[in-house]
């Protein structure tokens, strides 16, 4: 089912509110956001304050350039204010499955304030990371790069033996207006990607994945997720990997996949974390 965005702003009667799923439900839910114990502390900025936008440091001559996970971005069609997820080459991954969701959080937001974390990219990367993902581990912030309509935060590990960056989330603005949540749609991989299957492809287990690493016995792990199960749908362990830019591959079984865009997160670890580097790309089930 692909989902639509606007082409202009909600009207002021806008329809009842329609229930948000475990991921964007009360403040309490495993969906919001925990405040980790170190690293970069963010602020949720107000309705209609702009983020700044500070540009990640540039890679030296021998780093490989990023290869997207996500495709480039479908620009705005006239009259709008967000990319389309759903409709051109974006999946929506994380906190809202649909259009009618990300719509049910801002009638509620303008209403009495619910839920302001959606509006940090940061803190929304974070909670993705942590709370969707489950790798508790990685609590801190350590780039971003923030414009109107798309962020990129790079999520990592505290501590003094931290690995640096353990992925860049991508995110964008989902709906129309100065209060449009931010909503995750993929990673941008470099030393580690996934890259089968293809990105927005209709998925179907048994399910083949694989794509290239670089680094020292590593041990890549594979699963399935989506946002309305608090359970992987499906999990394989392990491959190893190493060297520079090997291929790797794995096939994982999964069930009860009941969400129209599921999640498919590869990790690799076990040097000084469990989770020391991740990737996500998403598939869809219908």
Known sequence: MNIR???????????????????????????????????????????GTSIPSTSAPAPS??????APSTPPPTM???????????????????????????RAWQREYRSG???????????????????YLGFHEIDRITKRTVSALHARI????????????????HLVRYGTGPDAPWEVVGTDDTHFSLTRP????????????????????????VQVRQPSSEAPLGSSCCTPGGGTG???????????ATDPVLTVVATTGGHIAEVERFTVTAVRTR
């Open 5 to 47: 965005l606007p082409f202009r702003l909600l009207a002021a009667a806008a329809a009842a509110v329609l229930a948000l799923t475990a991921c964007s439900g009360s403040d309490g839910s495993r969906g919001a956001p925990t405040s980790p114990s170190t690293g970069t502390t963010t602020s949720t900025p107000a309705p």
């Open 61 to 66: 001559p021998s780093s490989p350039k990023p």
């Open 76 to 102: 705005p069609a006239p009259g709008t204010s967000a990319p389309l997820i759903g409709v051109g080459r974006l999946q929506p991954l994380w906190p809202f499955t649909s259009l009618d969701q990300a």
């Open 113 to 131: 304030g619910h839920q302001p974390w959606h509006l940090s990219p940061e803190q929304t990367a974070l909670a993705f990371t942590r709370n």
């Open 154 to 169: 790079g999520v990592g590990l505290s501590g003094p033996e931290t690995t640096g960056t353990a992925a860049v989330v």
């Open 198 to 221: 293809a990105y927005g492809s209709f998925a179907l287990s048994p399910l083949r994945t694989g794509g290239r690493i670089s680094g020292v016995d590593e041990s890549i792990r």
């Open 246 to 256: 090997q291929p790797w591959s794995l096939t994982v079984s999964f069930t009860g």
